[in-house]
């Protein structure tokens, strides 16, 4: 079980949209609709932002916004604001009750 | 307005025992709804899945820490505790509580987390 794969950082100017995307394999990301995504700013504890690949939870603005394609899930954040800059992490279920996160973007709006 | 509270030792030697206990309020441990999750966080790093429990007692381990890890539940306190035994300086990290929805598929409630470390 390995980690999934993001990329370090990403940047993006306010009001411009980014994507993040998550790298899996057939055995995680592949096989199951089980992605979700997870903002957390320093010192604090995660946020669920996006669940089931592009269902948001109540309270999350709708600049958000999720999807998947084979193995690579994405998250797309549109009109950037500056409360945005934060870390994010996916997470997918991995089969026999397991789960696996990413290791974490860090997303800086310039 | 569902909590999650981490509590237990802020220090541990290598070697030891690191024990942590998650106290919900306001809302039941023993929903069906619900699995009860931690999940751990090096200072810099990314997030871990260390494990799940239901309610029942059952438990869903990170096959990597499969045979360090041992979570519990206590229905009548509303807590859920975690015990990762013969642990390493690389184990220093943040551990979160969390519940997990979704039958169970999402992590919608977090605690604050508590950090561990591990030195002599």
């Known amino acids: 079980q390995s980690a999934l794969t993001q990329p370090a950082s990403v940047s993006g100017s306010p009001g411009q949209s980014i994507t993040i995307s998550c790298t899996g394999t057939?055995?995680?990301?592949?096989?199951?609709?089980?992605v979700s995504w997870y903002q957390q700013h320093p010192g604090k504890a995660p946020k669920l932002m996006i669940y089931e690949g592009n269902k948001r939870p109540s309270g999350v603005s709708n600049r958000f916004s999720g999807s998947k394609s084979g193995n690579t899930a994405s998250l797309t954040i549109s009109g950037l604001q500056a409360e945005d800059e934060a870390d994010y992490y996916c997470c997918s279920y991995a089969g026999s009750s397991t789960w696996v996160f990413g290791g974490g973007t860090k997303l800086t709006v310039l | 307005q569902l909590q999650l509270q981490e509590s237990g030792p802020g220090l541990v030697k290598p070697s030891e025992t690191l024990s942590l206990t998650c106290t919900v309020s306001g809302g039941s441990i023993s929903s069906s709804s619900y699995y009860w999750g931690w999940i751990r966080q090096p200072p810099g790093r990314g997030l871990e899945w260390i494990g799940n429990i239901y309610y029942s007692g059952s438990t869903y381990y990170n096959p990597s820490l499969k045979s360090r890890v041992t979570i519990s539940v206590d229905t009548s306190k509303n807590q859920f505790s975690l015990k990762l035994s013969s642990v390493t300086a690389a184990e220093t990290a943040v551990y979160y509580c969390a519940r997990q929805g979704g039958s169970p598929s999402f992590f919608d409630s977090w605690g604050q987390g508590t950090l561990v470390t591990v030195s002599s």
């Open positions: 057939s055995s995680d990301v592949g096989s199951y609709n089980l």
